[in-house]
């Protein structure tokens, strides 16, 4: 997938997703020719909420959740900050190493890796990842079933061979993904169950900046990050002329999306349109129906509204491909990377 957006911790999940389905997933950004931006970056994520972090400017991996800081002690913390000092240091030889296999000199680059697993609390299935990525595309990406790596570009196939190589590695790496990644996951859940498992509805609102505009239907407020906004005409769900949102997420924690509609001042007139938000865990329709008599009032608070749709800015990554692609880092491509180590160090 093409192109980056700026993270909001928060990832868009179908509206089919269970509210007991977890993850943990780790992010690791390494950036160059980015002034006044920390070379190296590393964010820990629980069901999309920020669990810890660490930058190349501060060098200590921090907790971002209440319940972290009370649960893990400083030792924890210490063995995070060296495993993100070791793979700080990785990374900024990686981003060397493949632009030279592009036959790059200078210019903005950006290397990620995103690894970790999921759980679904009421199948007991789990899942685990590992993907890398190089400016905004998919570079390598670790096979669990076959346990070998896959590259879908010339230049990651030097990485694919060495990588598929190291056996034991690679074996290390699926247990870590699908037994100790799900042994951690299952006590941070445990840790922070009241925030985690909260939900919150909702506020809906139609915004229209001017009367040959789209209409937006906008839903902020709401947890967990689990959604579906759509548009119904007459009672039938609206495809055409819609235009989805990403799910982002706000400064105190919770999500917003925004699904825009084209449609002509008569068909608006002469058939009923109704903006439909459903949220995960929540076992109620949010609606909000579009008239001709609310119309002034939807272009008035348009301006104003939307002014207030902020989002967090945190660490560049690609949108995910499809669900089993579990969004995507690129990775420190570096052929001394640690993944050719022969010895698995993943945060915990």
């Known amino acids: 997938m093409k192109g980056f957006i700026l ?23 390494a950036t160059s020719g980015i002034p006044d931006f920390p070379e190296f970056v590393t964010v820990g994520l629980v069901n999309a909420e920020p669990i810890s972090y660490y930058d190349s400017v501060i060098r200590r991996e921090t907790p971002r959740q209440d319940w972290m800081a009370k649960t893990e002690g400083s030792d924890y913390w210490e063995r995070q900050t060296q495993i993100s000092i070791a ?13 030279l296999r592009f036959n790059q000199t200078g210019g903005v680059h950006i290397i990620q890796k995103m690894y970790g697993c999921e759980w679904d609390e009421d199948t007991g299935v789990t899942e685990g990842f590992k993907q890398y990525g190089y400016d ?4 390598v990406a670790f096979d669990l079933k076959t346990k070998t790596w896959i590259a879908p570009t010339p230049q990651a196939v030097i990485s694919k061979h060495k990588l ?19 042994e951690w996951l ?3 859940v445990d840790y922070g169950k009241s925030t985690l498992q909260r939900t919150v509805p909702p506020l809906v609102s139609l ?20 959604v579906m906004v759509f548009w119904q005409k007459d009672g039938q769900d609206q495809h055409e002329d819609v235009e989805n949102g990403e799910t982002l997420h706000n400064d105190d924690g919770t999500f917003q999306k925004s699904v825009h509609l084209t449609v002509t001042p008569e068909e608006w007139k002469n058939n009923k349109y109704q903006c439909v938000v459903q949220v995960t ?14 119309r002034a009032l939807i272009i008035g608070v348009a ?10 800015v945190g660490v560049v990554i690609w949108k995910k491909k499809n669900k089993n692609k579990k969004g995507f880092l690129p990775t420190s491509t570096s052929d001394t990377d640690s993944d050719n180590s022969g010895k698995v160090v993943q945060k915990t």
């Open 7 to 29: 993270l909001v911790l928060g990832i868009g999940i179908l509206h089919c997703a269970s509210a007991a389905t977890h993850s943990l997933r780790y992010v690791y950004t």
């Open 87 to 99: 793979d700080e240091q990785t990374f900024k030889a990686g981003i060397d190493n493949i632009k």
């Open 136 to 139: 905004g595309e998919d570079f």
């Open 164 to 182: 598929d190589r190291n056996i034991a590695n690679n074996e290390q790496k699926k247990h870590y993904l699908t037994q100790t990644c799900i």
């Open 186 to 188: 299952k006590k941070y």
């Open 207 to 226: 915004l229209q900046k001017t009367p040959s505009s789209p209409v937006t239907c906008h839903a902020t407020g709401f947890y967990p990050s689990g």
């Open 281 to 294: 865990g929540i076992n109620e329709d949010f609606i909000k129906v579009l008239t001709e008599t609310n």
């Open 303 to 312: 301006v104003a509204l939307l002014a207030v749709v902020a989002v967090v």
